[in-house]
């Protein structure tokens, strides 16, 4: 390569520079004002237009990035989300050994999350087309870790039906069953929510009962002895009242700090 096609290349790289911190520039002043308005007002208010408005960006802008306001919330839900799970799994012990505990604890932070945006958003957001919010933070990386070391420690076996399948495809299918149950009641919890219907459970009770079902199909009879000895299987929960306030403050605080250096 001659020195003028290095020197072409750098002058070319550094012409981009600009363009590069202009475009998340513009993307933290949209992110911005996408927070501000849902707490102020709700996700029905928000169009993109007002978004553009309050941020003071160009509406040409934000469309050629996201293309829509159910897109645009997403993303910033998206990447709340992430930042806050990070945050907030500090307050948690979630790397107890007890391979169900280790696999609900980061879901009930995340819950705690989805419901501290309001059922409205969530389901603006949180369907089949878009990559799932929760498996994008939760990490393949973390669930299959903890799998790995439950069936390595003897305390999770193959249930009836699934044998006579190797290890790495019983993690998959584990991973896609969790995927689902996740999805499922949080789809539940909006659709109640939407309803109005009496007494209707929270996202966090829906979570349990079904987690807790399809986890403990999987435990076997030392887990049962060493985790459970005296416990009623079916009255395990994981989410007490006083976690979920410590991690409700937390939230708040962080959603506050946003609102101050915005």
């Known amino acids: 390569?001659?020195?003028q096609s290095t020197a072409k290349?750098?002058?070319a790289a550094n012409l981009l520079l600009p363009r590069k911190i202009k475009s998340q520039q513009t993307m933290e002043k949209v992110y911005?004002?996408?927070g501000e308005m849902l707490r102020e007002y709700g996700?029905?208010?928000l169009t993109m237009r007002n978004i553009c408005e309050r941020a003071g960006v160009a509406y040409s802008s934000v469309y050629h990035f996201f293309g829509s306001k159910e897109q645009l919330v997403y993303q910033y839900c998206r990447l709340t989300v992430e930042r806050l799970m990070?945050?907030?799994?500090r307050l948690v012990n979630y790397n107890t050994g007890d391979f169900i505990e280790d696999l609900i604890w980061p879901v009930f932070v995340y819950l705690v999350i989805l419901e501290e945006f309001g059922w409205q958003t969530v389901s603006a957001v949180y369907h089949g087309k878009n990559e799932d919010i929760y498996w994008s933070l939760y990490g393949k990386a973390l669930t299959e870790s903890v799998l790995h070391g439950a069936f390595s420690r003897g305390y999770m076996i193959p249930n009836g039906r699934n044998r006579d399948i190797d290890r790495g495809t019983l993690i998959n299918y584990i991973k896609v069953d969790l995927q689902a149950i996740i999805n499922g009641a949080v789809l539940t919890w909006c659709r109640?929510?939407?309803n109005q219907r009496k007494d209707g459970a929270t996202l966090h009770q829906l979570c349990v009962r079904l987690l807790n079902s399809f986890l403990l199909s999987w435990a076997s009879p030392s887990y049962k002895e060493e985790f459970l000895s005296g416990r009623d299987e079916n009255?395990?929960?994981y989410f007490n009242p006083e976690t979920r306030e410590s991690l409700v403050e937390a939230i708040s605080d962080a959603f506050s700090e946003d609102a101050q250096s915005a």
């Open 1 to 3: 390569m001659s020195v």
């Open 9 to 11: 290349q750098a002058e």
């Open 32 to 34: 911005t004002a996408v």
């Open 43 to 45: 996700y029905e208010y």
């Open 86 to 89: 990070e945050r907030c799994l």
């Open 192 to 194: 109640d929510e939407e």
């Open 235 to 237: 009255m395990i929960s």
